[in-house]
């Protein structure tokens, strides 16, 4: 069962353009949504992160929008770099009770070519 | 310097054997968590420690045996090693809070074990 969904698999975009990700999820218990970015043979490092009582979240170049009812949130990179290509995933996480810790449950990952 | 570090890096073996993955984290946190990577760069956790204590154990076969001396280390050994076992694995740390989210799950580069 994949909690989080994340599309496009692969995305290219022109030097400068805007690079849209998005991801679904299920759980309505998740109340922590960070995105992460991964350069190859790198770990993965935390890019932003949302808390579901904004709607949008925006640091530099890079923005969350959240939909709360529609259990939707997604990644804009504006002005899209080649320093930007990388594997980008968003992630979800409960933060209340239980013993989640901090257990970040994924999406599959997009790779992201901006092309100069 | 680096905040959280695997050794080794990589690591290549024999279906049957028994390989060790240490990981340290000097950030004082006190969660550590065990990260798999399948080779679709799917990313799911396996296991969670918070102050030396198993917290989260995702289903994983019991060959994989983490264990934590320290809240600053967490190490994964795995025995009887077999061909799915290869991926990348990550450890990652972060700190609890009373309330709201942990602090940002910092990774480290990740071990890439081949199994043969």
């Known amino acids: 069962q994949q909690q989080v969904k994340q599309s496009p698999q692969s995305l290219i975009v022109q030097k400068g353009g805007i690079s849209i990700i998005n991801c679904a999820y299920e759980?309505?218990?998740?109340?922590?949504f960070p995105w992460y970015q991964q350069f190859p043979g790198k770990g993965p490092a935390l890019l932003i992160a949302?808390?579901?009582?904004?709607s949008e979240k925006k640091e530099g170049r890079f923005t969350i929008s959240f939909n709360k009812s529609a259990k939707q949130f997604s990644l804009h990179i504006m002005d899209s770099q080649p320093g930007d290509s990388a594997t980008y995933f968003c992630?979800?996480?409960?933060?209340?009770?239980?013993?989640?810790?901090?257990?970040?449950?994924f999406g599959q990952g997009t790779i992201l070519t901006v092309h100069p | 310097d680096t905040a959280v570090s695997q050794t080794p890096k990589y690591l290549v073996t024999q279906m049957g054997n028994d390989k060790s993955i240490k990981c340290e984290q000097n950030?004082?946190?006190?969660?550590m968590y065990w990260y798999k990577q399948d080779s679709k760069k799917f990313l799911k956790i396996m296991f969670s420690?918070?102050?030396?204590?198993?917290?989260i154990n995702e289903t994983v076969p019991n060959r994989f045996s983490p264990k934590s001396p320290d809240k600053a280390h967490l190490n994964l050994h795995i025995n009887s090693l077999e061909l799915g076992d290869s991926a990348v694995y990550f450890c990652?740390?972060?700190?609890?809070?009373?309330?709201?989210?942990?602090?940002?799950?910092?990774f480290g580069q990740g071990t890439r074990l081949t199994v043969v």
């Open positions: 990652a740390s972060s700190q609890r809070r009373d309330r709201g989210p942990n602090t940002e799950a910092f």
């Open positions: 759980n309505t218990a998740f109340d922590y």
């Open positions: 949302i808390r579901p009582d904004v």
């Open positions: 992630a979800a996480s409960r933060t209340a009770g239980g013993t989640s810790y901090g257990k970040l449950t």
């Open positions: 950030l004082g946190h006190d969660t």
């Open positions: 420690y918070n102050n030396k204590e198993l917290i």
